[in-house]
């Protein structure tokens, strides 16, 4: 599987942006998917993961604490597109967003650990302005 991040940019603070993820492959709705950031200086966390189509974790999404009620992660299996929906961003929304894919073999494992993930992206930047 490869993954292609895009919709990064520039926006100010309450804005929106919208990411998109990609990928290649007959495979992607088998996979869960997941969104994860990288601010400068500090680790990779997690943002959002959404469910494959069938097996453990079907039809669910998570969100980290920071984004619940600002940002909506949703795929459309028929394009083997995932997206990630931002609103109200502020500063602090500031990093490269990375998506990633979560096969079968680690469904069970934590949503929200790097760990569970076996592809990623390249990343797209995003900077939230004052």
């Known amino acids: 599987v490869q993954l292609q991040a895009s919709g990064g940019g520039l926006v100010q603070s309450g804005g929106s942006l919208r990411l998109s993820c990609l990928a290649s492959?007959?495979?992607?709705?088998?996979?869960?998917m997941g969104w994860f950031r990288q601010a400068p200086g500090k680790g990779r966390e997690f943002v959002a993961n959404?469910?494959?189509?069938?097996?453990?974790?079907?039809?669910?999404?998570h969100y980290a604490d920071f984004v619940k009620g600002r940002f909506t992660i949703t795929r459309d299996n028929s394009k083997n597109t995932v997206d990630l929906q931002m609103n109200s961003l502020g500063p602090e929304d500031t990093a490269v967003y990375y998506c990633?894919?979560?096969?079968?073999?680690?469904?069970?494992?934590?949503?929200?650990?790097?760990?569970?993930?076996?592809?990623w992206g390249q990343g797209t930047q995003v900077t939230v302005s004052n």
């Open positions: 990633a894919a979560q096969p079968q073999a680690r469904s069970r494992m934590s949503y929200s650990s790097t760990t569970s993930y076996e592809y």
């Open positions: 959404i469910g494959p189509r069938i097996g453990w974790g079907s039809g669910s999404t």
């Open positions: 492959g007959r495979t992607f709705s088998m996979y869960g």
